[in-house]
């Protein structure tokens, strides 16, 4: 089955700096990549998701990046805030129409003020 | 903004006891899941549900468990006979389908076995 492994574990960064979390799979298979935040309490919640036919996708402060060669995938956050400071969760799931996600172990993100 | 409710939030049970965990899917969502996560571990799929009918499961959902859509709204998990070892947040999930693809979630219920 599919394997993802997620690093670091924990990162702070200061107020305004970028921060960049990184995942790789197993499964040559998985061709849908979403990125969930944690906030404290809550349910994971979609930030942002790429499809194994695109490279690059980019929402405001928030971008990912998949190379389906080597079997990895990034988030990058530009100018953090303290408000983005929550565990960050990527995960795999092949094709089909049941959404079977394989998480990672998570990211503890803090941006310092 | 539609969400996905669950309830209760928090349930403390004793080992072997019965407990079911309820959950109302987004109204116009066509498939349900349930996923766990236990303290610091990562969040791990448990199954998936559509058109009445477990569609996946993973090696964890055994016979313990069953999911159900009693009455066309709620969806439900049951656990038969709990273990120390099923104490663990459990979210529910919906997504509209294939071509939708996002899962929503909801936040979680805690469940603590004694």
Not at chain 1, 45 to 51: A, E, G
Not at chain 1, 73 to 94: M, N, W
Not at chain 2, 81 to 102: I, N, R
Request: glycine fraction near 8%; aromatic fraction near 12%.
């Amino acid at each position: 089955g599919e394997n993802v492994e997620q690093h670091p574990s924990t990162l702070s960064v200061q107020e305004g700096d970028s921060a960049v979390i990184k995942c790789t799979y197993s499964d040559s298979a998985s061709n849908y990549f979403p990125w969930y935040k944690q906030e404290l309490g809550k349910g994971p919640q979609l930030i942002i998701d790429i499809r194994s036919n695109v490279g690059e996708k980019k929402d405001q402060r928030i971008a990912v990046t998949l190379n389906k060669t080597a079997k990895h995938f990034s988030l990058h956050i530009t100018e953090t805030q303290p408000e983005d400071s929550a565990v960050y969760f990527c995960a795999a799931s092949g094709y089909g129409s049941a959404r079977q996600l394989t998480f990672g172990s998570g990211t503890q993100l803090t941006v310092l003020p | 903004e539609p969400e996905v409710t669950q309830t209760p939030s928090h349930q403390v049970t004793q080992m072997g006891q019965e407990v079911i965990l309820r959950c109302v899917p987004i109204s116009n969502h066509l498939y349900f899941y349930w996923y766990r996560q236990i303290l610091g571990q990562k969040v791990e799929f448990l199954v998936s549900f559509y058109n009445n009918e477990i569609s996946e499961k993973s090696e964890i959902f055994d016979d313990q468990f069953s999911v159900e859509r009693p009455d066309g709204s709620n969806f439900t998990l049951k656990i038969r006979s709990t273990k120390l070892e099923d104490s663990a947040m459990y979210f529910c999930a919906s997504s509209e389908g294939l071509a939708g693809g996002e899962l929503f979630f909801g936040e979680g219920s805690r469940l603590t076995v004694l």
